[in-house]
């Protein structure tokens, strides 16, 4: 799958070169998505989270592992909004909104009168708010559902990025099957800013787009602040 980019490609950094060249080779493992709705740990099992480091480069919000009942227990922090359950702040929507429901976990503890998701109609798409992206923030993961039975029902997954200089791109992580996803589970452990160098900071936003057919539930999208 093709990446696009803002020219000129002559003032690309090494840092977000990197950071292309290692999602985009990440991308086609990715996009084979999970046999069944369990995650497998890598091998070894998911290694727990060192402490927090003294000095960040980005700032990192409240920690907590929200996905340690599927084996993965790193910790993270969620994306401003990420919940659905209170103000969006920041989150641009295209043919989709927020509805009542949620992952059936509540892992962000939403009250559940109050509980709430993000429905993308199919050909939809929703951009995350802005935040600061260093290495130290390997990956990201959140919950999802697909609405829906239409065998080509698929959530495009991407990371969009602008350095200090200007230079900015959308690269794609991975592409998940309606097929996989008829019932709640959690995403796949997704790269974010693994390839980029030490000291290397990027503004990212994370971009789900629906294929047109079925819409997609989203719910408690996480970022883990840690490198390994």
């Known amino acids: 799958m093709p990446y696009i980019i803002n020219r000129p490609l002559r003032r690309w950094l090494a840092a977000p070169a990197a950071f292309l ?11 084979m998505g999970p046999a069944h709705r369990h995650v497998i740990p890598p091998r070894g099992g998911f290694p727990a989270s060192p402490q927090a480091p003294s000095a960040s480069t980005c700032p990192v919000g409240a920690l907590s592992q929200p996905f340690s009942q ?6 993270y922090f969620p994306v401003h909004g990420g919940s659905f359950s209170g103000l969006l702040g920041g989150w641009s929507l295209t043919r989709g909104s927020v509805v009542a429901g949620g992952d059936p976990w509540n892992v962000a503890n939403a009250p559940a009168p109050d509980q709430r998701m993000l429905q993308i109609a199919g050909g939809g798409e929703a951009v995350s708010p802005t935040f600061c992206m260093s290495n130290a923030f390997p990956s990201w993961r959140f919950f999802l559902q697909s609405v829906g039975s239409s065998p080509a029902s698929a959530l495009n997954v991407w990371v969009q990025w602008t350095d200090a200089q200007g230079n900015s791109g959308r690269v794609p992580v991975t592409a998940l099957a309606g097929t996989a996803y008829s019932s709640w589970a959690p995403s796949p452990v997704l790269i974010a800013g693994a390839g980029l160098a030490d000291g290397a900071t990027v503004n990212a936003q994370l971009v789900f ?9 989203v719910d408690d999208v996480y970022v883990d602040p840690y490198s390994r």
């Not at 599927?70 to 910790?75: E, K, N, P, T």
Request: proline share 8%.
């Open 21 to 31: 060249a290692l999602l985009v080779a990440a991308a086609p493992a990715a996009a």
């Open 209 to 217: 787009n629906a294929m047109p057919g079925d819409a997609w539930n």
């Open 70 to 75: 599927f084996g993965d227990l790193a910790q």
